[in-house]
């Protein structure tokens, strides 16, 4: 099993960018699909993008596709999100987690991180 550790949050202004990693522990971080989710206050955690465990097929939330782009690194058991165009909406904790396949639903991810805030102010 894996542990994501998420860093990269902070706050930034509309039309900026922000590059959040997810630093997995564990020798078996290659053979995990990782995905990224975001939660506001009062609303359930949405999925964001996903990436398979050997980065060959991605998929990301409507809402994001186009701005924002999931990679990872298997030789530095890393994930990033690169976010470009950052709209106000976008503001939420983003979280990195691990799935033993591949998938957009919350509930296939069983292990999570603690969480990073972004912020997007207009």
């Known amino acids: 099993q894996v542990q994501p550790v998420e860093s990269g949050g902070g706050l930034v202004q509309a039309g900026g960018s922000l590059r959040l990693s997810c630093a997995a522990s564990?020798?078996?971080?290659?053979?995990?699909?990782m995905g990224w989710f975001r939660q506001v206050p009062g609303k359930e955690r949405e999925f964001v993008a996903t990436?398979?465990?050997?980065?060959?097929?991605?998929s990301y939330a409507n809402s994001v596709k186009g701005r924002f782009t999931i990679s990872r690194d298997n030789a530095k058991n890393t994930v990033y999100l690169q976010m470009n165009s950052l709209k106000p909406e976008d503001t939420a904790v983003y979280y990195c987690?691990?799935?033993?396949?591949?998938?957009?639903?919350?509930?296939?991810?069983?292990?999570w991180g603690q969480g990073t805030q972004v912020t997007v102010s207009s």
């Open positions: 990436i398979t465990w050997n980065g060959a097929r991605t």
């Open positions: 564990g020798r078996t971080f290659s053979s995990y699909a």
């Open positions: 987690a691990a799935a033993g396949f591949w998938s957009t639903a919350p509930s296939a991810y069983d292990s």
